[in-house]
């Protein structure tokens, strides 16, 4: 399958590769000129184990390729891979210029059907605001899914977590889209869960609240445990090795 990934920090340049290394024909896009260049050269933006030398063979067997042009990105996929910025504004609202300006441009050059895939983390409703953007600025009407398959990346884990998910989430209200997102899992030995848009897009934000809570959590029980002389990692390990809490984390 031709896929296109948007945007070539952390979460776009990982799963491009990773989706060229399965086999894929990828076009990791970037408005970026001199990331793109330094790409082109072998030059890695982030350092990730083993991500330089999977870009490299992929990059010299033309199974990817790097470009700044959005139209090029667009009109030779058949699965478009938004992993754009959201970083939050000083007021804390999740910034969306990026996830628009993206979503205008797939509208304004797209030439056929296209599986709009969201990659970054955005609030819940946002995939609908792609939809909208993206019809509003159709040239011609062609038909398009939009899809939520959120990322859940450990820095230094993040080709290891791509290739090896403890889930995959799919979030989509076309089944025919949902079906051929799975697809491009299909090697990997892995629990798909496939659910409405709008839940794909909140269980991202859950996780990370989940998981923010434990370290807080742990956090607050290591300063009791400094106070009364306990030992912090006999008591993580106690407490981990109930089933419902797990020790993982």
Not at 120 to 132: A, D, F, H, I, R
Not at 181 to 198: A, F, G, R, W
Request: aromatic share 6%; hydrophobic share 40%; proline share 2%.
């Amino acid at each position: 399958m031709k896929i296109s990934v948007i945007g070539t920090g952390y979460v776009g340049l990982v799963t491009g590769v990773v989706f060229a290394h399965l086999g894929h024909k990828v076009i990791c896009m970037d408005k970026n000129k001199e990331k793109i260049n330094n790409l082109k050269k072998g030059i890695m933006p982030i350092y990730e184990s083993g991500l330089k030398e999977m870009a490299t063979k992929n990059y010299e067997e033309r199974r990817l390729l790097y470009s700044f042009d959005i139209k090029e990105a667009v009109q030779k996929s058949d699965v478009i891979m938004i992993a754009v910025d959201t970083m939050p504004k000083k007021n804390w609202q999740t910034d969306l210029t990026s996830i628009k300006e993206v979503a205008t441009n797939i509208g304004i050059y797209m030439n056929s059907y296209k599986i709009i895939v969201n990659k970054s983390t955005v609030p819940v409703g946002t995939g609908n605001l792609v939809e909208k953007l993206v019809k509003k600025n159709q040239k011609k009407k062609f038909k398009f899914d939009v899809v939520s398959n959120p990322e859940f990346l450990r820095e230094g884990q993040a080709i290891n977590d791509t290739l090896h998910p403890d889930r995959i989430i799919i979030g989509s209200d076309n089944p025919s889209a949902t079906i051929k997102v799975v697809e491009l899992y299909q090697d990997m030995n892995s629990i798909v869960k496939i659910t409405k848009l709008k839940s794909a897009e909140l269980i991202k934000y859950a996780s990370n609240a989940f998981l923010a809570t434990k370290i807080s959590f742990i956090n607050s029980i290591a300063d009791i445990a400094e106070a009364t002389e306990s030992d912090i990692e006999e008591i993580a390990e106690g407490i981990g090795l109930d089933k419902r809490i797990k020790r993982e984390f």
